[in-house]
């Protein structure tokens, strides 16, 4: 004769059983709803290059920018720019990483033909060639050597006569937030700088604070 079924065990096995795939069915819901909202959160995160500012302003930019190009600069034009280089908007939010933007500061100061003088003989400026490739048995020669090319071609430099000088660009930046290449065109009394933010949280973006 065939064993019975105990009723009372199928009774609570049953129940039991169900328990279980429902838990399993809604965590797998759960979590293949987490990752959908992550994947449509990341897609809208628009990765190209936004421009946020432009200005005349020298006090903004020694000021809020923390870039000290001397007494002498009468005049100015920068640009403000930033790029979103989030990869998961959720994470970033939760730990926000310096990487997580790029704040791009370029443009020129122009200072007096007298402050131009005093910085020539107060620094060893290197003249910089467009068309001479980088040092590759130098790394950080190389580096610098990449920076100034890349720079001379996005600014459209190349007809300009440049000089370089790493102490003077140290100077320059060093309470700002931004670490890149300036380059001094001392025919015009004219500085170009190409600089890139060492982390977001330490920028200061002035027509967001209000002046």
Known sequence: MAAQTDPIRKKNLSPLLVSVIAFLALSFL???????????????IDHSEKHLL??????????????SF???????????RRKDNREHVILSVLAPSPADFDYT???????TEDGTKNLLSE?????????EPADASAADADNIRKQQLEMIDTMELKDRTLLYSEAFG???TQE????GIILFDAEHNRFYFHLRSLDWRE?????????
């Open 30 to 44: 759960g979590i293949a709803g987490f990752l959908i909202s992550l994947k449509v959160a990341d897609s809208t």
């Open 54 to 67: 432009t200005s005349l302003d020298c006090y903004e930019l020694t000021g809020w920018n923390k870039l």
């Open 70 to 80: 001397g007494p002498d600069a009468i005049a100015c034009k920068w640009d403000l």
């Open 105 to 111: 500061i370029s443009g020129y100061v122009i200072v």
């Open 123 to 131: 620094y060893d400026w290197q003249p910089v060639k467009p068309d």
């Open 170 to 172: 140290n100077k320059a």
């Open 176 to 179: 700002s937030p931004y670490a």
């Open 203 to 211: 920028v200061t973006v002035p027509y967001l604070k209000g002046k």
